[in-house]
């Protein structure tokens, strides 16, 4: 079955980490994106991506990086520079700017 | 800027009702909207997609009607069930921006 496949599902941060949460699709979709959600809010855009190699800053990309080396896969890197990083990641993915969404199950990052 | 609100922002009924979930934005010049289902810690489930040029889609139990002139969509929801109970959340695509989210609306269906 075709989907998108986020890992890990948990993850913890030390204080000063780099961390990367993995994003795969094998959908064959052009297009991906990654958004941070926090308690009671709604989805925020972090980083874009609607070709390989290029990506866009969303509205909240201080502190993290993204890369996009491969169609289907699209790693979101938090770097130490972000200072409140604990929240749910959420990769998603569209065929074009025309098509819905196809979401991933999320990577829940808290920092310890 | 676009922005998207979502009203109300939690809703309990009882199980057997109708309802309706409202959703508004700001800028009528989009492409798509989109309804989504997030249980408790878990990714989104699309439930239903509304091109611009589409006035309601329709999905089993499920109707979401756009009026994009007056920048408001609306969910109805049939013969609710406890099963139904989650957060709805919608999302605007316009122009080259990517999907921009409301904050959703808590749905608790009480059996």
């Known amino acids: 079955d075709g989907g998108i496949t986020q890992s890990p599902k948990y993850l913890f941060r030390k204080e000063g980490q780099n961390v990367t949460l993995s994003c795969e699709q094998n959908l064959n979709h052009d297009a991906m994106y990654w958004y941070r959600q926090d308690p009671g809010q709604g989805l925020r855009l972090i980083y874009y991506?609607?070709?390989?190699?290029?990506?866009q800053k969303g509205d909240i990309a201080e502190g993290y990086s993204v890369s996009r080396e491969k169609k289907e896969s699209f790693p979101l890197t938090v770097t130490s520079a972000q200072k409140n990083p604990t929240a749910f990641y959420l990769c998603?993915?569209?065929?074009?700017?025309?098509?819905?969404?196809?979401f991933g199950s999320g990577t829940r990052l808290t920092v310890v | 800027k676009q922005e998207v609100t979502q009203i109300p922002a939690a809703l309990s009924v009882p199980e057997g009702e109708n309802l309706v979930l409202n959703c508004s934005f700001t800028d009528s010049a989009i492409y798509n909207l989109q309804w989504f289902r997030q249980d408790p810690g878990k990714g989104l489930t699309s439930l239903l997609l509304?091109?611009?040029?589409?006035r309601e889609q329709t999905s089993g139990r499920l109707n979401a009607s756009l009026d994009k002139s007056s920048g408001r969509s609306t969910l109805y929801i049939a013969a609710s069930q406890p099963g139904d109970s989650a957060t709805y959340l919608c999302a605007v695509s316009s122009g080259n921006t990517p999907l921009v989210f409301g904050k959703g609306t808590r749905l608790s269906v009480i059996a």
């Open positions: 998603a993915s569209n065929p074009t700017k025309n098509y819905g969404y196809t």
């Open positions: 509304i091109q611009s040029s589409q």
């Open positions: 991506s609607q070709i390989v190699n290029d990506f």
